[in-house]
């Protein structure tokens, strides 16, 4: 084990401490790119945006640009979007259709496939002499999909995509898998920044519904009429506290390795989480006994919440999020949010369903909004020098883990706990400390042992 920037004593998730350097540090920031960022499976595209051959689409792997490419054969790869001249970007487009990739400096020319196929005056600059075969684009060794989406990993002793999944796999299938057509994505992507360091929002989607009646209050007040809510949208008075809908129901928290955390409650509502009501509501309501057929009722049955896949993929059942924390520097992430819908469902909902997800989780949601101010402030506050020495505690439900005999997955806890979060920094520490994938899948396993005691 090489622990060359102390990670493992920043981190101590059996006792629920963390010290908040991990979220400012620049060397900590760099050696996470090299660690976690070039040796996990990244998400990268969803196939429906990529459908015929020689359509791309641009993203990041950590902050490497990548370019993915659908190959004359169907298949997929994946490049860094760098021409191999003097490095320059390659292709500076957010997705399109080409039957080349010719770089803007000096105009090398990149086939769908990688490969460098022409240099301006190669015979009299190069003499003929430059040996193109070596010079093709730097190629994502793996890629590979689940259910729509694309994801890629540098790191060729990774475990494959769904051995990595494990027991998230389970949860993301209520999201992708509800009915025979599989899913699409509607629209573009909204992108947008917000100055906090990525673990806060991937932690948060992946163990963190006590935020809600907080955090949220305002939106649960007006969108979930109850007495206990003040559903009447009146101010809550002196002493009164928001009180979402799950707050007695039976829930948990989930991790099952890898990082990977759900924050679920269950509902005997097919449309929880949608958050309005309408069509988009109709729809989870009329497919629901498809969704029951092909996942079963607890899935099916909205098995509803936030999500996120280690290190940087989240989504949300219902509003139909899902979002990649892109890193930009250890206070800085770049959030890219796709609206992922049935694609078998009608065209009315798919409208309704954009307009929807905008207006809860796109770049000025409700909902989004809420959240994004809590990491802001937060990251302001780590520019203090004694705040950045003072402990978080993540002790929330500790020694309470349990594993389900219902035929939910992981390691579960009360609907409100922090199970997940210290599943995910322990993962984090162990990729940042371990040298080789044998070490990490060593230290994940011991750990999952060590956390129920049956
Ligand atoms: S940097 Fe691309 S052709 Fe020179
Ligand atoms: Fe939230």
């Known amino acids: 084990m090489d622990d060359r920037l102390n990670v493992r004593?920043?981190?101590?998730?059996?006792?629920?401490?963390?010290?908040?350097?991990?979220?400012?540090?620049?060397?900590i920031y760099q050696l996470e790119l090299e660690r976690v960022f070039a040796r996990s499976w990244l998400f990268l595209a969803h196939e429906s945006m990529i459908p015929k051959a020689g359509d791309?689409?641009?993203?990041?792997?950590?902050?490497?640009?990548?370019?993915?490419?659908?190959?004359?054969?169907?298949?997929?790869?994946?490049?860094?979007?760098?021409?191999?001249?003097?490095?320059?970007?390659l292709c500076h487009a957010d997705g399109g259709n080409t039957k080349a990739f010719t770089c803007a400096y000096h105009g090398w020319a990149y086939g769908l496939d990688g490969g460098l196929t022409s240099v301006p005056l190669e015979e009299q600059a190069y003499r003929n002499k430059l040996d193109k075969s070596r010079w093709g684009l730097t190629r994502v060794p793996r890629v590979s999909t689940y259910k729509?989406?694309?994801?890629?990993?540098?790191?060729?002793?990774?475990?494959?995509?769904?051995?990595?999944?494990?027991?998230?796999?389970?949860?993301?299938d209520g999201f992708l898998d509800r009915r025979d057509g599989g899913t699409e994505v509607l629209g573009g992507v909204h992108k947008w920044v917000i100055e906090c360091n990525w673990k806060f929002a991937a932690?948060?989607?992946?163990?963190?519904?006590?935020?809600?009646?907080?955090?949220?209050?305002?939106?649960?007040?007006?969108?979930?009429?109850?007495?206990?809510?003040?559903?009447?949208?009146?101010?809550l008075g002196d002493g009164q506290t928001p009180r979402p809908v799950w707050a007695d129901a039976l829930g948990g928290v989930q991790f099952g390795g890898n990082g990977h955390g759900s924050a679920f409650f269950f509902t005997e509502k097919p449309d929880a989480n949608v958050w309005v009501d309408g069509v988009v509501s109709a729809y989870f309501r009329d497919t629901y006994a498809e969704a029951e057929a092909r996942l079963g009722k607890v899935r099916a049955l909205r098995?509803?919440?936030?999500?996120t896949m280690f290190p940087t993929l989240s989504w949300l059942?219902?509003?139909?999020?899902?979002?990649?924390?892109?890193?930009?520097?250890?206070?800085?992430?770049?959030?890219?949010?796709?609206?992922?819908?049935?694609?078998?469902a009608p065209v009315e909902v798919k409208d309704a369903l954009i307009k929807s997800h905008a207006r809860a989780f796109?770049?000025?949601?409700?909902?989004?909004?809420?959240?994004?101010?809590?990491?802001?402030?937060?990251?302001?506050?780590?520019?203090?020098?004694?705040?950045?020495?003072?402990?978080?505690?993540?002790?929330?439900?500790?020694?309470?883990?349990?594993?389900?005999?219902?035929?939910?997955?992981?390691?579960?806890?009360y609907t409100?706990?922090?199970?997940?979060?210290?599943?995910?920094?322990?993962?984090?520490a162990d990729m940042m400390s371990a040298e080789s994938w044998e070490e990490i899948n060593a230290l994940s396993a011991a750990y999952q042992k060590e956390l129920v005691h049956e």
């Open 9 to 27: 004593t920043m981190v101590d998730a059996k006792k629920g401490k963390i010290k908040p350097a991990i979220y400012t540090d620049p060397d």
């Open 148 to 172: 729509g989406l694309v994801f890629g990993n540098w790191d060729n002793e990774a475990p494959d995509l769904e051995t990595y999944m494990g027991d998230i796999a389970w949860y993301l």
């Open 56 to 89: 791309f689409f641009t993203t990041y792997m950590g902050e490497d640009p990548i370019v993915v490419v659908r190959q004359k054969d169907g298949s997929i790869e994946a490049f860094l979007n760098q021409c191999r001249h003097r490095g320059m970007r």
């Open 362 to 413: 796109g770049p000025a949601g409700f909902l989004e909004q809420d959240d994004s101010e809590n990491w802001v402030e937060v990251q302001k506050v780590l520019q203090g020098h004694m705040a950045r020495k003072t402990d978080f505690c993540v002790q929330m439900g500790l020694g309470f883990e349990e594993r389900r005999d219902d035929g939910i997955p992981g390691v579960t806890n």
């Open 416 to 428: 409100f706990a922090e199970t997940a979060a210290r599943g995910f920094y322990q993962h984090w």
């Open 203 to 235: 932690e948060q989607f992946c163990s963190d519904q006590y935020h809600a009646p907080y955090t949220h209050a305002s939106a649960i007040q007006v969108l979930q009429a109850s007495p206990a809510n003040k559903g009447d949208g009146k101010p």
């Open 303 to 307: 098995l509803a919440g936030h999500n």
């Open 317 to 344: 059942n219902g509003t139909q999020t899902l979002r990649v924390w892109h890193p930009r520097g250890p206070n800085q992430i770049e959030v890219w949010a796709f609206c992922i819908c049935d694609r078998d």
